[in-house]
């Protein structure tokens, strides 16, 4: 139940990441950049960053709501 609670709110975020002011984006860029094993963090860091910048463009749908594939992948199991 939270896995599928975060995953929606993390959804969120990216759909609404372009109306974000930059200086929050920053802010959540290094709160999920620095969670985790702290020895992954560079790692974790490029991963989130190839992440939004492989979505920054993305187009909405019909509808104005853009819907990122985070919520259609297949569960992560942890």
Excluded: Y
């Excluded at 929606?8 to 709160?31: H, M, S």
């Excluded at 490029?46 to 993305?58: V, Y």
């Excluded at 019909?62 to 199991?77: C, F, L, Q, R």
């Amino acid at each position: 139940m939270e896995e599928h609670i975060l995953r929606c709110l993390g959804a969120a975020v990216i759909i609404e990441w372009n109306t974000i002011p930059t200086k929050l984006q920053r802010e959540l860029f290094d709160t999920a950049g620095s969670l985790g094993d702290v020895l992954k963090t560079v790692a974790l860091r490029g991963q989130i960053a190839r992440f939004l910048h492989d979505h920054k463009d993305d187009e909405s749908s019909a509808d104005g709501v853009s819907e990122p594939n985070i919520m259609k992948g297949k569960s992560s199991g942890s």
